[in-house]
């Protein structure tokens, strides 16, 4: 089999910006010729083996970093974004969309941020007459979308964050237990934390300095969440630094930002990197040990295994999301080739749906993109009970997954028949984008394909995709 070529002129730009060099004094720290770099820069000559070993060798990078990044989370989101009607037919060939997101990628978010504001400007006047009259009735970002994507497109890893929560973790460790220097830490602001039977899961009074938590939660909820309120006080200046580096466009975008890296800094202070990366390898991934290890929930677990993305330091790269009963994504992040709608729900192939069929078990899936990248992908129920008689329980549903050449490192793998063709379903990422011609399961046609019509005769679909 041939080697694949690497192209990542935007990533050798970015490096070399970073370390102030110019392209000639660049050049001559890899060994090659000005014109040489200036060609691999744009894209015009892959990266060869002896720039990727100077690469390593001179600047110490991490040279897996050149074949990850944006790139295919930004082909992914343009191919959506264009196949959306109003594009019509008009879908550019995937090559062009590969060079946009290599060479141009700044136009390519901006394009993806124009289509959204595109979407939420047209959602806004199909419901025109409630705006009607309201002061604050304008036009903007969804401060939920915003925050998604700046995660999204951070690989879902804040380096800072994650290195001060593994700093905690080490004094908490050392001093007898997170929970206990948690408490201790935020005793010595004069605060009084308190276990109440309360219908809030946490509620903090700055006035009299209380902070309360549910005595009906599991236990792994009342640390994550003591935790949490203990980074939004006690690591102010780091968030509020982050998220003055983020910029975003709206006070509630802010915030809510706020409170996900308050909730990261929760879970990596539970499963501090260096730790929770070494017992991930040597329990092969297994949720429930390392939930049992970490005293945290499988759904901290899982989520936290999608961030060990720590340039020198990397993990299998996880794709992770959390689905409603509806089948729409409420969590979603990939470190992976395959990249999650960003409108709608998941594929209803992907058996992250079927969890909900099975509670309190694990299933298992070897599944295949169209673009014939295999994959290993576990899904399991997350329902989180209300606490007490008649109170709402929330269903979810998790899956988390990696391409299936990693599957030794993990356990769910055992006994599956990886190496036979035909054990892997043909999922796909959304309808509109997916070129499967005989799905059974979809539910609009393929917006780059033009459509055969015959009355008199009905297949799998009442249609056919030519």
């Not at 890893?157 to 004094?171: G, K, L, M, Q």
């Not at 899982?302 to 020198?312: E, F, I, K, M």
Request: glycine share 6%.
């Amino acid at each position: 089999m041939a080697t694949q070529k690497l192209y990542a002129g935007a990533k050798l730009r970015e490096m070399r910006t970073r370390l102030t060099l110019t392209q000639k004094d660049f050049a001559a720290k890899l060994g090659v010729s000005l014109p040489y770099l200036n060609q691999m820069e744009n894209n015009n000559r892959p990266i060869s083996t002896t720039v990727v070993l100077a690469l390593a060798q001179e600047f110490g990078m991490d040279v897996t970093e050149l074949s990850t990044g944006d790139s295919e989370r930004l082909v992914s989101d343009m191919r959506e974004a264009l196949a959306d009607p109003v594009f019509d037919d008009t879908m550019p060939p995937l090559a062009d969309l590969r060079l946009t997101a290599s060479n141009a990628p700044a136009l390519a978010r901006a394009f993806i941020a124009l289509h959204r504001t595109y979407r939420q400007t047209h959602e806004r006047l199909a419901s025109l007459d409630e705006a009607l009259g309201r002061e604050d009735a304008r036009i903007q970002a969804s401060p939920w979308e915003e925050v998604r994507d700046f995660f999204h497109y951070c690989d879902n890893y804040i380096d800072a964050v994650d290195r001060a929560a593994e700093r905690f973790a080490t004094r908490a460790n050392d001093a007898g237990g997170i929970r206990s220097t948690a408490i201790d830490s935020l005793g010595e602001r004069g605060i009084r934390v308190q276990f109440v039977d309360i219908d809030e899961t946490r509620k903090y009074d700055a006035d009299s300095k209380t902070l309360q938590l549910s005595s009906r939660t599991a236990p792994q909820t009342q640390v994550f969440q003591l935790l949490l309120q203990m980074a939004l006080i006690s690591q102010d200046k780091l968030l509020e630094a982050t998220l003055d580096f983020a910029k975003f466009q709206s006070d509630e975008a802010r915030a809510i930002a706020k409170i996900g890296l308050a909730n990261y800094f929760a879970g990596a202070s539970l499963m501090p990197y260096g730790a929770f990366l070494a017992a991930a390898q040597e329990y092969r991934h297994d949720l429930e040990l390392l939930s049992n290890r970490f005293g945290a929930s499988i759904e901290q677990v899982a989520h936290r295994l999608s961030t060990l993305q720590r340039p020198g330091a990397k993990g299998i790269p996880f794709f992770f999301v959390r689905v409603d009963q509806a089948g729409t994504i409420t969590k979603r992040h990939s470190a992976t080739r395959l990249q999650f709608a960003r409108f709608g729900g998941a594929c209803p192939l992907w058996n992250v749906h079927r969890a909900f069929e099975t509670p309190g078990h694990f299933l298992r899936q070897l599944a295949e993109t169209p673009d014939g990248v295999r994959y290993i992908s576990l899904a399991r129920d997350v329902s989180k009970s209300g606490g007490s008689f008649g109170a709402p329980v929330r269903r979810y549903a998790i899956a988390l997954g990696c391409e299936v050449r990693h599957a030794e490192a993990l356990v769910y793998a055992d006994n599956l028949d990886i190496n036979n063709a035909s054990a892997y379903e043909p999922i796909g990422i959304s309808c509109r984008i997916c070129e499967r011609k005989n799905c059974h399961q979809r539910s609009v046609p393929p917006l780059e394909r033009r459509l055969s019509i015959d009355a008199h005769t009905r297949g799998t679909l009442p249609y056919e995709v030519t």
